[in-house]
């Protein structure tokens, strides 16, 4: 089964937090659900450098991330694949971006995380961040 090492932001703005609703995916139990924005770790990345060149891929969002900003990991298994997934605080001054690979997006108080629909791999840090 194929593996991946992957980075999420979570990207917050005051006491609101950035979710991202997926495009279709090639796999339906993942398209269309919200998730945290990031992507792949390239070889030889650093995970926060990963995040900073997923961030401006994706949103043309500029971020400053360090190791201290860590979160957690997430280790999940999908039916097709396993993905090991380093997420990050992403604290940002304003919420401008360029939506480019995802179909819709809300900003959220922490409390009503739960209310979307969320990628599996995504609900531990959901999970973590409603528990405070």
């Known amino acids: 089964m194929k593996e991946l090492e992957v980075v999420a932001g979570i990207i917050v703005c ?10 279709k995916a090639k796999y339906d139990y993942i ?19 990963a995040l900073k060149r997923e961030l401006t891929e994706e949103l043309e969002m500029k ?13 999940h298994s999908y039916s097709d694949f396993k993905i090991k997934m380093k997420s990050f605080i992403c604290q940002v001054q304003d919420k401008k971006f360029t ?11 922490k409390e009503h995380l739960m ?4 990628a599996e791999a995504d609900k531990p840090i959901v999970k973590k961040l409603v528990e405070g």
């Not at 005051?14 to 495009?23: K, P, S, T």
């Open 31 to 49: 398209s269309y659900k919200f998730e945290f924005p990031g992507g792949k770790i390239e070889q030889g990345e650093r995970p926060t450098e």
């Open 99 to 109: 939506m480019k690979e995802h179909i819709a997006f809300k900003w959220l108080k």
């Open 63 to 75: 971020v400053n991330v360090d190791e201290c900003d860590f979160f957690m990991e997430v280790d």
């Open 115 to 118: 209310e979307l629909d969320w």
């Open 14 to 23: 005051g006491e609101e937090i950035l979710c991202m609703q997926r495009n």
